[in-house]
């Protein structure tokens, strides 16, 4: 069924404080708006009433989404008759009504809404009353009243787009919310379970509330691996994350062939989608010939903190049968740890080997396989 839904942000936001009302004032790096609109972003039709000296504020908030702007009123009901109206020309199935200063609002409380209206002609999230509850007068307690059965409401509240249109057109009385509205006109409404994270901002300290929660919805975390090998030849010493080793033999390459190195460094390019060493130091272009591959994993590091990531962690594996990796692993874990700035907690060398299976288990070369975790907070 078709369901739209209509964000109310006509209202000044007076007690928030502030120069912009605040549905315009930036939180967590975009407008209070903006992120309303995000939060429904998946459903198909979206309509925004606002004050209409806020024009150009809503059509820069606004911009790349399917939004309708609307002129709204002086109360409320009288912003939401506007959305109501607005969709009259093709009314949808469903529509739900949302405070534009609840932007923390989940997906998942947004659809629980829309599947309770399969059943019910209304729905609309809601947190039971678990505090105790008082009366009181010139700053003195002066009663107590029973919590049973209170309820915290929040939005977005669902209806039956036909129904909540006549229910609103037939008031006459102030009302609370659309829900007090619906069961005035005889509409049944569905409690759906609200969550805590869907606030409403009413006061100044309700921006860093908000903020925290997205904050923590905006991080971006991202995997990359890496998976290199090296061919074994002549030489006394192999090179293992900025290591020598010695052995019988060395591995060939066209820099130092640190398999280990190399295999973190393309985890790290893999992460943020910017293809592997080679992309970025053409084995082709003789100045890498015999480089150290603390140059190439450095530059990753360095990529990755331009954008605006930090790694979280490297977990490396090296694959072989010889040379034995635990000897070193200490002192690979800090020469790894010194190039990337990470603690050496967050750094996991390991070995295994093939079980003599395979080009590792013939002892003709090293194989590594690597992981990294980048965060953008």
């Given at each position: 069924m078709d369901t739209a839904v209509i964000i109310v942000a006509a209202g000044r936001g007076t007690r928030a404080g502030g120069a912009l009302p605040k549905q315009w004032r930036e939180i967590a790096g975009k407008p209070v708006a903006r992120w309303t609109l995000e939060a429904f972003a998946h459903l198909p039709r979206l309509v925004l009433v606002i004050h209409p000296d806020d024009r150009a504020l809503a059509e820069a908030v606004a911009a790349g989404l399917p939004v309708t702007l609307v002129d709204g009123a002086e109360d409320r009901a009288g912003s939401v008759r506007a959305g109501l109206a607005a969709l009259a020309d093709a009314p949808p199935e469903r529509v739900l009504i949302h405070d534009v200063a609840r932007p923390c609002v989940s997906r998942a409380n947004i659809d629980a809404v829309v599947a309770a209206l399969a059943t019910h002609p209304g729905a609309a999230p809601a947190l039971a009353v678990t505090d105790a509850l008082w009366t009181g007068e010139n700053g003195q307690v002066t009663g107590t009243r029973d919590r049973t059965g209170l309820y915290r409401a929040q939005t977005p509240q669902g209806f039956r787009y036909a129904e909540i249109a006549a229910a609103h057109a037939a008031q006459t009385d102030a009302a609370a919310d659309d829900v007090q509205v619906a069961r005035a006109a005889g509409l049944d409404v569905a409690i759906v379970p609200g969550e805590e994270r869907n606030l409403k901002i009413t006061g100044p300290e309700d921006f860093a509330r908000a903020e925290t929660l997205l904050k923590g919805d905006a991080m971006d975390i991202r995997l990359g691996n890496g998976y290199d090998v090296h061919r074994f030849g002549a030489g006394d010493h192999v090179v293992l994350c900025g290591i020598k080793v010695p052995h019988g033999r060395g591995l060939q390459g066209h820099s130092d062939a640190d398999v280990g190195m190399h295999a973190v460094t393309d985890a790290l390019y893999g992460?943020?989608?910017?293809?592997?060493?080679?992309?970025?130091?053409?084995?082709?272009?003789?100045?890498?010939?015999?480089?150290?591959?603390?140059?190439?994993?450095?530059?990753?590091?360095?990529?990755?903190?331009?954008?605006?990531?930090?790694?979280?962690?490297?977990?490396?594996?090296?694959?072989?049968?010889?040379?034995?990796?635990?000897?070193?692993?200490?002192?690979?874990?800090?020469?790894?740890?010194?190039?990337?700035?990470?603690?050496?907690?967050?750094?996991s060398i390991k070995a295994t080997t093939s079980e003599r299976l395979g080009f590792t288990g013939r002892e003709e070369g090293i194989a590594a396989i690597a992981t990294a975790t980048l965060v953008k907070p």
């Amino acid at each position: 069924m078709d369901t739209a839904v209509i964000i109310v942000a006509a209202g000044r936001g007076t007690r928030a404080g502030g120069a912009l009302p605040k549905q315009w004032r930036e939180i967590a790096g975009k407008p209070v708006a903006r992120w309303t609109l995000e939060a429904f972003a998946h459903l198909p039709r979206l309509v925004l009433v606002i004050h209409p000296d806020d024009r150009a504020l809503a059509e820069a908030v606004a911009a790349g989404l399917p939004v309708t702007l609307v002129d709204g009123a002086e109360d409320r009901a009288g912003s939401v008759r506007a959305g109501l109206a607005a969709l009259a020309d093709a009314p949808p199935e469903r529509v739900l009504i949302h405070d534009v200063a609840r932007p923390c609002v989940s997906r998942a409380n947004i659809d629980a809404v829309v599947a309770a209206l399969a059943t019910h002609p209304g729905a609309a999230p809601a947190l039971a009353v678990t505090d105790a509850l008082w009366t009181g007068e010139n700053g003195q307690v002066t009663g107590t009243r029973d919590r049973t059965g209170l309820y915290r409401a929040q939005t977005p509240q669902g209806f039956r787009y036909a129904e909540i249109a006549a229910a609103h057109a037939a008031q006459t009385d102030a009302a609370a919310d659309d829900v007090q509205v619906a069961r005035a006109a005889g509409l049944d409404v569905a409690i759906v379970p609200g969550e805590e994270r869907n606030l409403k901002i009413t006061g100044p300290e309700d921006f860093a509330r908000a903020e925290t929660l997205l904050k923590g919805d905006a991080m971006d975390i991202r995997l990359g691996n890496g998976y290199d090998v090296h061919r074994f030849g002549a030489g006394d010493h192999v090179v293992l994350c900025g290591i020598k080793v010695p052995h019988g033999r060395g591995l060939q390459g066209h820099s130092d062939a640190d398999v280990g190195m190399h295999a973190v460094t393309d985890a790290l390019y893999g992460a943020m989608a910017e293809g592997d060493i080679g992309r970025h130091f053409p084995p082709s272009d003789p100045q890498w010939k015999g480089a150290a591959s603390e140059i190439f994993l450095r530059h990753a590091v360095e990529l990755a903190g331009s954008k605006g990531f930090a790694i979280s962690n490297i977990d490396l594996t090296l694959i072989c049968e010889r040379p034995k990796i635990g000897p070193h692993a200490a002192e690979m874990t800090a020469e790894m740890a010194r190039i990337t700035g990470l603690a050496p907690d967050r750094i996991s060398i390991k070995a295994t080997t093939s079980e003599r299976l395979g080009f590792t288990g013939r002892e003709e070369g090293i194989a590594a396989i690597a992981t990294a975790t980048l965060v953008k907070p």
